[in-house]
Each structure stands twice: as C-alpha cells, then as structure tokens.
C-alpha cells in the first residue's frame, strides 16, 4: 500500500471508531489485539509464539528494548546497526530509523516500515481536523528533526506539509514558515511561546501542542497570541498516544495503542501501551515513563476513547526526598503548582533536584525580588508539608530558549539507582 492510501485508510478508521459506543469500541479493540498478539507478536524474538493471553506477557522498558534491540524488531536489526543507519540517513533498506531527544546514553531507539510511517499523519489528520481537510490544509510540523520519520508524507493534494527543524532554531527558517502561512500548526509549547513572544505573523485555524508536556503556564499567552484554544498531541519516540478533540477532551489513541495503568499514587497513573498496529518493531505491555491523570468522566464529543485530564510529566521528574518516615516522592505538578500559584506575576520558572536532599529553584533577573522570595518560600512549605528534609537554594539567572533539549519546568537531576 502508498503512503497516502495508508494514511486515507487511517483517517477512515479513525473516524469510524469514533461514532461507536465504548461497548461496540471494547469488542473492536479486543478483536485488533487478539490479532496482534496471534499474528504479529510471535514475529518478534523475544517472543516467538502467542500467549494465551496479554497479562501473560512481561512487562518492557527502555532499558530491555535497548539492550535486546533485535529481538523487539522482526528484522533482526541491532542497536549498532541502528545507530550506524540514524548517523547516516536514517534508511535501512525500506525501513526508517529514528531516536527520541533524550540525554545521550538515555536516547531510546525506534525502526518502522514505510507504510507505518503515514498511519500517524492520517490519523492526526482525522482526530485532529477532518473539517479542515477538504478547504486544503498547510500544516507546519516543528519537531526535532533527528528522523526521517515525517519525510515524504508532504506529497498529497489535500495537505501540503512543511518541516522546520527545531533544532536549527526559529531565526533559521521564520520567514519562510510565514510565508507558509500555515492553517495548522503542531509545535512544542516551548516554541509556540516563542512565537507569541516574538510576533511571528502567523493565523492558523487550528494550534497544537506536542513533543513535550504541556505546562498550564504556557496556555494562557499561546491562547492570547494565537486567539484560539490552545488543542493537544501527545506524541513520543514510542507512537501516537493522545489527540485533543473538538470539544477539548485529551483522548486517549485507544484504537491503535492498548493501555494498562499502573497507580503511581495521588490520583496519578503511568501507562502499559501496546501498540497493536505495530508490526516491525513490537511494543507489548511498554512501561511509559509519562504520568497521567485520567478524566472520570467520557468527554461530551461521544467519542468511546478515554480522556486524560492531564500529562503530568514524567515519572523521572518526580522528586524522591529523604524525610523522618522514609523517602518521600513530590510530583511535578505539585512542584510546579506550588511554585507558580506562590505569586502572579511568575510565569516561568525551572524546580531542579541536585542531590538527594538539594533543590534549586531557578528564576529569571528581572523578576521582583518579593516574587521571587514568595515562591522559595512556597516550595520550601511545600516540603515541610510533607515532612521531607530539603534545602531549596534560589538562582536568579536568564530561562533561554533551548531548542536542543526538552523543555522540563521540573527537573530530577539524580541517577535513578532502580
Ligand atoms: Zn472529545
């Protein structure tokens, strides 16, 4: 199949999966999984043969899908061969090779085929903005472009697709995104702030947020530069995991990715994911390193797919304290709200664990010394709070834009010795 039927097939699918019922969803969704696990798992080494059923099968990580890289992909490919193909253009044969932007040592390593390539596209577009598609869409894609994962689904004559390499900078390519002239825009938040801030003449009909946590503080001047609501992909390395609706409601891609929570604690989960239309590199019962608060209730789009309030930010990120009774761990949204709710006039601030029992609170020069003393003093009775035994040190010093990195407000900085 080409790139555009694949993608056009999963527009359909998604848009079909959309009017059923969560009862009618389930049974779909059992059946799609039940074919994967038969018939595409057992391709995989590290598999072999189907299991009665998913709970059967061990939990994965990273760390495992690293170290036995070629036993996840049904191609046999190493890491080595991988990273050899990433170096150069990030084809081996018909299959493309892309990594995620972490720490080096920390990057994480994907393989998909050709036609894997287009699902995400067709199926963005559907989620996303299937009124749009038929007046012609511009979509400008801002990511990393560490892969070749996003090439060559620019030729189509609905969409015209554009690239801008985040990494390159926004001064490198911002005349030529205006003269784009996007209707749709999918950026990290960090960038869309950056536009705001610096005036871009932009007027896009629909603005996402992907590639990293969205932080409340980012949406209120994305929302006013941009004057429409500020709408959700969560996307990583690992796939497609959540698009926003019309309606707002942050759905879950249930029909492509099967999710098994696990509590973390304090209304927070982190996700299993299988990815059960998958089929060269195989993700069963993946450990997600996201945290998430799920919705209670369905959203009113009657959409069956599971919303989440919420991505909270990464199970990394959470803050492990000594204290009298044990370690105590602080979440990044408790961390964050503490800081930020200390004072209106903060909109932007980074919270960094440095040692087990150090914490540094970082703050921009020109912000007064009163608002700045509020939010230490915040965080520090946040700690107390919760009986955790920390010193928080507070630096005044400039919060670039990195476009090389990440963007984390709430940072762990210590080795995971687990
Ligand atoms: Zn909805």
Redesign the pocket.
């Known amino acids: 199949m080409n790139g555009l039927a694949e993608a056009v097939g999963s527009f359909a699918l998604t848009r079909w999966v959309s009017r059923k019922s969560r009862a009618e969803f389930e049974r779909w969704q059992a059946a799609a999984l039940r074919r994967f696990i038969d018939r595409d798992l057992p391709s995989a080494a590290f598999y072999g043969k189907a299991p009665a059923s998913l709970a059967d099968l061990p939990i994965t990580d990273k760390a495992l899908l690293m170290s036995r890289f070629e036993d996840f992909n049904i191609h046999g490919l190493t890491a080595g061969e991988g990273w050899a193909a990433l170096a150069r253009d990030g084809r081996v044969g018909p299959l493309t090779v892309g990594a995620s932007t972490g720490t080096s040592g920390n990057r994480g390593l994907f393989v998909i085929s050709e036609a894997e390539k287009y699902r995400w596209l067709g199926t963005i577009l559907a989620k996303a903005a299937p009124d749009l598609l038929w007046r012609g869409m511009r979509v400008a894609v801002i990511l990393p472009q560490n892969t070749g994962l996003y090439d060559s689904a620019r030729k189509s004559r609905l969409v015209r697709l554009a690239f801008f390499d985040l990494t390159l900078g926004p001064e490198r390519w911002r005349e030529t995104l205006e003269a784009f002239e996007p209707t749709v825009i999918i950026a990290p938040p960090k960038i869309l702030r950056h536009f705001a801030a610096e005036r871009f003449r932009l007027q896009p009909g629909r603005v996402f947020s992907a590639a990293e946590t969205l932080d409340p503080v980012d949406r209120p001047a994305i929302e006013a530069f941009f004057r429409r609501p500020l709408e959700q992909i969560y996307m990583a390395t690992e796939g497609l995991f959540a698009v926003t ?5 942050l ?1 879950l891609a249930e029909d492509s990715v099967f999710f098994e929570f696990e509590p973390v604690g304090e209304g927070l989960v982190t996700p299993l994911v299988t990815a059960f239309r998958r089929q060269t590199q195989i993700m069963a019962r993946y450990r997600m390193n996201d945290l998430l608060r799920l919705s209670e209730k369905p ?5 069956p797919l599971r ?1 989440v309030d919420e991505i909270v930010g990464r199970m990394d990120d959470v803050f492990r304290l000594a204290s009298p009774n044990g370690c105590v761990l602080v979440t990044p949204d408790v961390l964050r709200n503490a800081a930020l709710k200390a004072d209106r006039r903060i909109d932007d601030f980074r919270l960094i664990q440095t040692a087990p029992d150090a914490i540094e609170l970082r703050l921009a020069p020109d912000l007064a010394d009163d608002a700045a003393a509020n939010a230490t003093q915040a965080v520090r009775a946040l700690l107390e709070a919760r009986t955790a035994s920390a010193t928080v040190a507070l630096i005044r010093a400039p919060l670039p834009l990195e476009t090389g990195r990440k963007l984390r407000r709430v940072e762990c900085r210590l080795e995971h010795a687990s």
């Open positions: 609706c019309r309606r707002g409601g759905h959203c009113r789009c009657g959409s919303c």
